[in-house]
């Protein structure tokens, strides 16, 4: 696996004793990349979505790097083509790949093995992105899906530099409570084997003089008996279950306590999938699934461009 390291250098190409960007390949993943096309049509949900499959990586990802990602706060973007996008590593022409940048501060202490500590990572993919990608010029690369982790400042400078050098555009991805609703339903019904939470949603009620948060917490079991009495269709996810999945999770929270959840918003869902805000913050838990949660957001991000 070829690394790119370009260490000692900021983003913008000055020479620095303190910081320094890292480009390397994270995994390979066995989806080819072609296309980009309106999908849905004006940003919309789609009225059905298959069921995120516990997909394996492949044999030469490597652990290490995977667990990396998990159960941190990612910060979602959206990324238009890239031109000429020069750290397009791959295994082979059929592979997609993830790429990772990381900011790493030099120690200042005399020594010789002394560590960089990283303080700001990134990576950028497109998963299953084939289903929603129309073709485009061969000089162009997709990876429309970037998260962030680390401070803002830090995404803004390493933004500003792939913008002015592959002629792409990032913006911020959030996430409709629409989209929130399809996440709490459609990973409810994921299997996990370990680590079960509860599935927990936050709906806003918007206050005067501040606005107040509700949490609902549904014991996982509950959540994913509802679900498969819902369920009509194995392998697929429908517009029609999942707001009848919501409508009952609201009809219990009336009855006990008065409270009408549809007149809120929902602002987070939490599983033992990943959660997820309306900000477009996101922490994925469980590896198993770790796929399944980025096709999801690779067609938010895709449809977010268009």
Not at 64 to 71: G, H, N, P, S, T
Not at 82 to 97: N, P
Request: one cysteine or more.
């Amino acid at each position: 696996m070829d690394i790119v390291d370009s260490r000692g250098m900021t983003p913008l190409g000055r020479k620095t004793a303190e910081t320094g960007i890292n480009f390397t390949s994270t995994t390979h993943f066995s989806r080819g990349l072609t296309f980009i096309r309106t999908h849905p049509l004006f940003g919309q949900s789609p009225a059905r979505r298959a069921v995120p499959q516990t997909l394996l990586l492949q044999e030469n990802a490597d652990p290490q790097k995977i667990a990396f990602l998990l159960r941190k706060q990612w910060t979602l973007y959206s990324v238009t083509p890239m031109y000429k996008f020069s750290y397009g590593l791959k295994g082979s022409d059929q592979d997609q790949v993830a790429i990772l940048v990381q900011i790493a501060s030099r120690s200042q202490l005399p020594f010789e093995n002394a560590e960089d500590k990283v303080v700001w990572s990134g990576w950028f993919c497109c998963i299953s992105g084939d289903e929603l990608l129309e073709s485009v010029s061969e000089d162009f690369t997709c990876l429309s899906l970037f998260l962030a982790n680390g401070a803002e400042s830090y995404t803004g400078i390493v933004g500003t530099w792939f913008q002015k050098t592959f002629d792409c555009y990032f913006s911020r991805l959030t996430i409709s409570p629409l989209n929130l609703a399809w996440m709490a339903a459609m990973w409810t019904g994921c299997k996990v084997d370990s680590h079960i939470t509860a599935t927990e949603l936050v709906f806003s009620v918007p206050c005067i003089p501040q606005s107040l948060d509700i949490s609902y917490a549904i014991h996982p079991e509950d959540a994913k008996a509802l679900w498969d009495t819902i369920q009509k269709t194995p392998g697929e996810v429908t517009q029609e279950e999942v707001d009848l999945f919501m409508d009952c999770l609201y009809s219990h929270f009336h009855r006990h306590f008065k409270i009408h959840l549809s007149a809120t918003r929902l602002v987070k869902v939490s599983t033992s999938i990943a959660s997820a805000h309306c900000d477009g913050n996101i922490k994925i838990l469980n590896s198993k699934h770790l796929l399944g949660v980025l096709t999801l957001l690779t067609e938010l991000a895709i449809s977010h461009i268009q």
